[in-house]
Structures are given as structure tokens and as C-alpha cells.
């Protein structure tokens, strides 16, 4: 399975930014789908996760109330809508694709995305 990310930018702090992951090959498994990211210098941390079906979504405290996780099943494809953007938010974002005790660790994930650049200046 391929997964192609999408969305990434510059931005002002306070503006709003949607990503986008599209899965390729083989994806009719019942998988979750989530987000992480890695600024530079630090670990790459996990933001938000949705479930195989949509109906479950899981968010980091420091992003909670600001992200919203979303997916389209019929396109494969996971949202992140990201709304009152800081500085802090800036960093890589990768997309992710795994079973529900992985989805939430960067160290278990085996299926990555290429990342997308989110800056949010202040």
C-alpha cells in the first residue's frame, strides 16, 4: 500500500490548513489511519488517528479542539483539517496506516507516507 500526501504549506498563525492521504494498492484490509509529525531536532510524535470505519478518532492533547480527523472510505482517504494554526505546529507531517495498537506510536507504525511541510508563522 502507497500512501500520497497532500496539503502543506505556509501559513499565518491563527489560519487554517487541511492535509490530505491517499492509499494506493492493496487497501481493502480494515486499517486505521492517522497523522504524526517531527520538527526539526525532535521525535516524530503522533497528532490524530481515525478508525477503520470512521466511527472512533483519537488526538494528541496539544492538538485536540484545533484538529479534526476525518476519512472518505469510498476514496481511501484520510483529512486532517487543522484550524488556529500556531507556530509550534510547525514541522513535517506524515501520514500513517496501520492496525489499532500501532496507529498511536511513531516506533510500531509500518506504513508511512512521504511528509508534507506545514509552517506556521507568528
Known amino acids: 500500500v502507497q500512501l500520497q500526501a497532500s496539503g502543506g504549506g505556509l501559513v499565518q498563525a491563527g489560519g487554517s490548513l487541511r492535509l490530505s492521504c491517499t492509499a494506493s494498492?492493496?487497501?481493502?484490509?480494515?486499517?486505521?489511519m492517522g497523522w504524526f509529525r517531527q520538527a526539526p531536532g525532535k521525535e516524530r510524535e503522533f497528532v490524530a488517528a481515525?478508525?477503520?470505519?470512521?466511527?472512533?478518532?483519537y488526538y494528541a492533547d496539544s492538538v485536540r479542539g484545533r484538529f479534526s480527523i476525518s476519512r472518505d472510505t469510498s476514496k481511501n482517504t484520510v483529512y486532517l483539517q487543522m484550524n488556529r494554526l500556531k507556530p509550534e505546529d510547525t514541522a513535517v507531517y506524515y501520514c500513517?496506516?496501520?492496525?489499532?495498537?500501532?496507529?498511536?506510536?511513531?516506533?510500531?507504525?509500518?506504513?508511512w507516507g512521504q511528509g508534507t511541510q506545514v509552517t506556521v508563522s507568528s
Open positions: 494498492g492493496r487497501t481493502n484490509s480494515p486499517v486505521h
Open positions: 500513517a496506516r496501520d492496525q489499532a495498537s500501532y496507529i498511536t506510536r511513531a516506533d510500531r507504525v509500518r506504513s
Open positions: 481515525i478508525s477503520w470505519d470512521g466511527s472512533n478518532t
